[in-house]
């Protein structure tokens, strides 16, 4: 087992500044290269020590920010435009990102935190969740059309 500092959000692992235990494999090859953590030392205590603190001193501002943005987003459906064949299937997915990239400037939503419970291969409409904060989350409708 590996002992790292989180520098990111992992879904279903922790925040940022969470010391975690994982697999070796899994610190090594997914999350140190990909920067979502840093190996833990004991100098790296002052690093988790100074996450901590600006997490607690953004939290309030980022709740009252996250419940704003959780009611613009529910107060309207995003429209994803897809190419689609004949049938209404789509050529592909709709990712997290074009579901992103369609909410704009809504809300700033990191693509990592929007969780679809199924694959989006049709036209269509869907509901996704999109964590907004870890006490805010917003359940949006996501209506599928084709492209033009």
Same mark, same amino acid.
């Not at 692992?13 to 840093?38: C, F, Q, S």
């Not at 997490?55 to 190419?83: H, M, Y």
């Given at each position: 087992?590996?002992?790292?500092?989180?520098?990111? $959000?992992?879904?279903?692992?922790?925040?940022?500044?969470?010391?975690?235990?994982? /697999?070796?494999?899994?610190?090594?090859?997914?999350?140190? *290269?990909?920067?979502? +953590?840093? *190996?833990?030392?004991?100098?790296?205590?002052?690093?988790?020590?100074?996450?901590? /603190? +600006?997490?607690?001193?953004?939290?309030?501002?980022?709740?009252?920010?996250?419940?704003?943005?959780?009611? !613009?987003?529910?107060?309207?459906?995003?429209?994803?435009? !897809?190419?689609?064949?004949?049938?209404?299937?789509?050529?592909? +997915? %709709?990712?997290? +990102?074009?579901?992103?990239?369609?909410?704009?400037?809504?809300?700033?939503?990191?693509?990592?935190?929007?969780?679809?419970?199924?694959?989006?291969?049709?036209?269509? $409409?869907?509901?996704?969740? %999109?964590?907004?904060?870890? $006490?805010?989350?917003?359940?949006? !409708?996501?209506?599928?059309? !084709?492209?033009?």
């Amino acid at each position: 087992m590996a002992k790292v500092i989180l520098t990111h $959000e992992v879904h279903g692992l922790g925040i940022a500044g969470d010391v975690v235990d994982v /697999k070796d494999g899994y610190a090594r090859n997914y999350l140190v *290269p990909r920067k979502l +953590a840093t *190996p833990w030392s004991a100098g790296a205590e002052k690093q988790i020590d100074g996450l901590r /603190k +600006a997490r607690r001193a953004k939290e309030i501002e980022s709740i009252e920010g996250a419940q704003a943005a959780r009611d !613009a987003l529910q107060a309207n459906e995003v429209v994803v435009e !897809a190419k689609a064949g004949e049938s209404g299937r789509l050529f592909g +997915a %709709v990712t997290p +990102a074009d579901i992103a990239a369609a909410i704009g400037d809504r809300a700033k939503v990191d693509k990592r935190r929007i969780h679809v419970a199924q694959p989006i291969k049709a036209l269509g $409409e869907y509901t996704v969740s %999109v964590s907004l904060h870890d $006490e805010v989350s917003a359940t949006v !409708a996501v209506k599928v059309v !084709a492209a033009k």
